[in-house]
């Protein structure tokens, strides 16, 4: 209602200088309880998916590129799932802080291999170590949100390796 208020009154025009992000934000002034709705049936739709990819791995044939498929839909969704919680803008300016900049950029390329190397390129193993690429680039974006969590992981690996190496 504001913005046609807006229109009718002629104040549209001094809206030029914000950017594509900026509109997308204020174009998502949802209610506390339909954020929740809508990250609760992204995070749904996506767990459904990752289920429904485990599934399928036992289909002869079609089986692994089925879950290779469905766990990448999954991740997307359960990574859309966030921005209703936070808003888009402020969740891609989290994405894109210094501590996860790497990790979003690795995971969100992994993403986009993963279903390139399956649906064009069709080159089943590039397809497999991309998947595997993004459960790493997941679980180590993931781990970006716990304080601490990514340098705990990293002190216990290097401690295994010494101990593997002595």
Not at 60 to 85: A, D, E, Q, R, W
Not at 93 to 109: H, L, N, P, Y
């Amino acid at each position: 209602m504001d913005k046609l208020r807006a229109v009718l009154s002629g104040r549209d025009g001094n809206n030029d200088n914000r950017n594509i992000l900026q509109a997308a934000n204020e174009a998502s002034t949802l209610g506390w309880g339909s954020r929740l709705k809508g990250f609760l049936a992204c995070m749904v739709i996506g767990v459904v998916c990752t289920i429904l990819g485990v599934c399928c791995l036992f289909i002869p044939k079609i089986g692994l590129i089925l879950f290779i498929v469905f766990y990448t839909l999954g991740n997307i969704c359960s990574l859309i799932s966030t921005m209703f919680l936070m808003g888009p803008l402020k969740q891609l300016k989290r994405m894109c802080d210094k501590t996860r900049a790497f990790a979003t950029v690795v995971m969100i390329t992994c993403l986009v291999l993963t279903l390139c190397a399956a649906f064009w390129w069709k080159i089943f193993a590039l397809t497999l170590l991309f998947v595997i690429l993004q459960v790493i680039a997941f679980a180590w974006y993931s781990l970006s949100y716990i304080p601490f969590a990514r340098d705990a992981i990293l002190k216990f690996f290097s401690m295994l390796f010494t101990t593997c190496v002595k």
